[in-house]
């Protein structure tokens, strides 16, 4: 085997839903030129995905790949999950892609990425364009993030090279020196919905810029896992911003509070009228809200206001 470039993450969790779009997602990876190592990570699912998941890989054809499979006593969630799949990692390799289970790479987008990295050394974080899984629409370029914390995914593809706040956790490719610095790639209780975006603020507060590249990357059926709209997914939804509400230094620290008790359930589409995806909602905020002033006693803080060369 030539010397592995990249090390690609790709985590699963009960995923026999939507089984049809795991297997065309890592016969996608199989089809990377790139010498790799695949680090397959299952979040202790129970619905026989893991199962499915080994015996397809054992259908696909051989490449230049070094395959390492970790299944987890328990769910450790997106950052606990892809943070064992980064210390199960091979040291020597330069890069770490993390990809999620329910995404299709375009091909030649991944040595494209690589490439561009090679080149820019001062880059830490590189991605392209995603769209949806019919390829209909642009689902994110990057993301920039206000003041305000509110977040904007970039919905056009590129011309040239662009400088966002932080790469989408879909497929993003880290510079293995900038986690190094870290210790792992995500805080380990982030669980989901507070990943890729401190990733992006610590990498600007490091000095390492955060692209996204005028290239077609895959498509992506988003919130396979989690479920759009569940109680699960907006308690983690909430309970991110409240974390980050307390960890930032945002000047708007008392208005996002007063924000999110008067507005944002309604913003949200959260009716009171649904009081079990609402209670889930102010539930999350308010341990993350706890959870945040805890780490922030700590030492723990996230600078919003590092400087984006332009």
């Not at 050394?121 to 993030?145: E, L, P, R, S, W």
């Not at 960890?247 to 309604?266: C, E, G, I, M, W």
């Amino acid at each position: 085997m030539s010397q592995i470039v990249a090390s690609i993450i790709w985590l699963n969790y009960n995923s026999m839903k939507f089984i049809n779009v795991i297997k065309r997602s890592l016969k996608s990876i199989y089809e990377i030129s790139l010498p790799l190592e695949l680090i397959v990570v299952d979040n202790a699912s129970t619905d026989g995905s893991f199962e499915e998941i080994l015996s397809y890989l054992d259908g696909l054809e051989e490449r230049d790949f070094k395959v390492k499979v970790i299944r987890l006593s328990k769910n450790m969630g997106y950052t606990g999950g892809n943070n064992m799949g980064y210390l199960n990692s091979d040291p020597r390799t330069n890069y770490i892609a993390f990809i999620n289970n329910d995404f299709i790479i375009c091909e030649g987008s991944m040595e494209h990425i690589i490439s561009y990295l090679d080149v820019h050394k001062d880059v830490g974080i590189a991605q392209g364009t995603i769209y949806d899984i019919m390829k209909k629409n642009v689902d994110n370029a990057g993301f920039m993030c206000t003041e305000a914390l509110l977040n904007v995914p970039i919905k056009t593809l590129p011309s040239n090279p662009i400088y966002v706040t932080y790469a989408s956790g879909s497929y993003m490719v880290v510079r293995r020196e900038l986690i190094s610095r870290l210790g792992v790639p995500f805080d380990w209780f982030g669980f989901m919905y507070f990943d890729d975006m401190p990733l992006g603020f610590k990498a600007w507060s490091m000095k390492f810029k955060v692209v996204s590249l005028p290239i077609e990357a895959g498509r992506h059926v988003g919130g396979a896992s989690g479920g759009i709209a569940s109680e699960k997914t907006l308690y983690y939804l909430y309970r991110g911003f409240g974390i980050l509400s307390e960890v930032s230094n945002t000047r708007y620290k008392r208005q996002l509070k007063s924000l999110f008790v008067k507005d944002l359930p309604a913003v949200s589409g959260i009716r009171a009228c649904n009081r079990r995806l609402l209670s889930a909602a102010i539930k999350g905020f308010m341990d993350g809200f706890r959870l945040g002033a805890e780490m922030r006693r700590r030492g723990y803080h996230l600078n919003i206001y590092a400087p984006v060369d332009n």
